[in-house]
């Protein structure tokens, strides 16, 4: 272990895979998908078919550029990389290509709600922020935060997420 840190280190012995996971990421991940929402609302009326597959590849992409990181960033520097590793640091980061299902998702339903595309990337916008926030929540959770400061941690995600849509107002104006 020496020379890696605690973020790049292996598990402790013992831990399940969702021990593994890395929310962190997921939650950057929603963000990044609530500003592709943002451009692509800003476009004009986007294709419902064509922003859920932007939302699904955002998501897959940022996973894979993840992984690449952490495995090839400063891992690369102490140890070789095995096919096991390489499964470890895709299953901790599987979070980041699953937080781009509920956008997408709320992009497929659109239509059955009676939503426009305007409507849509609002829903989708909406989706992904409360993602955001939850997914946050849960790493500051998982980080071992606890009262006042994980309403703090929610409070200052919930700020943030809100920007996004200050952005989206102010681009749509």
Same mark, same amino acid.
């Given at each position: ?6 973020? &790049? #280190?292996? @598990? ?5 895979? %969702? ?11 929603? +963000? !990044? $998908? ?6 692509? #609302?800003? $476009? ?6 064509? +922003? !859920?597959? +932007? +939302?699904?590849? *955002? ?9 690449? =990181?952490?495995?090839? #960033? ?18 901790? &980061?599987?979070?980041? %290509?699953?937080?781009?299902?509920? @956008? /997408? ?22 989706? =992904? !922020? ?6 946050? *929540? /849960?790493? =500051?959770?998982?980080?071992?935060? *606890?009262?006042?400061? $994980?309403? *703090? ?13 200050? $952005? ?6």
């Amino acid at each position: 272990m020496e020379g890696r840190s605690p973020v &790049q #280190g292996t @598990p402790p012995p013992g831990a399940g895979a %969702a021990e593994r996971r890395d929310y962190t990421g997921a939650a950057f991940c929603s +963000l !990044l $998908l609530a500003s592709v929402v943002i451009g692509a #609302g800003s $476009l004009g009326s986007f294709p419902r078919l064509k +922003l !859920l597959l +932007l +939302l699904l590849f *955002t998501g897959v992409v940022f996973w894979a550029a993840n992984v690449f =990181a952490r495995l090839f #960033g400063e891992r690369i520097m102490y140890e070789p990389v095995s096919v096991k590793e390489i499964r470890r640091v895709c299953v901790a &980061q599987w979070p980041i %290509a699953k937080a781009a299902v509920p @956008p /997408a998702v709320a992009v497929a339903v659109s239509p059955l709600l009676g939503l426009g595309p305007v409507g849509t990337a609002w829903l989708a916008l909406g989706v =992904a !922020l409360a993602e955001y926030v939850g997914w946050s *929540t /849960a790493a =500051a959770v998982r980080a071992g935060v *606890t009262g006042r400061a $994980l309403v *703090t941690a929610g409070a200052v995600n919930l700020f943030l997420g809100l920007l996004i849509v200050l $952005l989206k107002v102010a681009l749509a104006h």
